[in-house]
């Protein structure tokens, strides 16, 4: 997830697009095991932001 973050802040473009609206990344094992409704978001826009459902992104 912090490399994702870290690409998100360093892209002018994904920036643009995260300024845009929220964003969010999963592990598949995580979306496999709990689904994709449980708190296992990761907000890309917020640095350190904790894992959250995909509603509260």
């Not at 360093?10 to 592990?27: C, D, K, V």
């Not at 979306?31 to 350190?48: D, E, F, K």
Request: proline share 9%; net charge negative; with cysteine.
């Amino acid at each position: 997830m912090a490399d994702l973050r870290l690409a998100a802040e360093e892209n002018p473009a994904t920036a643009e697009m995260l300024a845009a609206g929220p964003a969010g990344a999963a592990r598949i094992e995580d979306l496999v095991q709990r689904g994709p409704s449980a708190p296992v978001w990761h907000p890309l826009g917020a640095r350190g932001g904790r894992a959250c459902g995909w509603t509260e992104l």
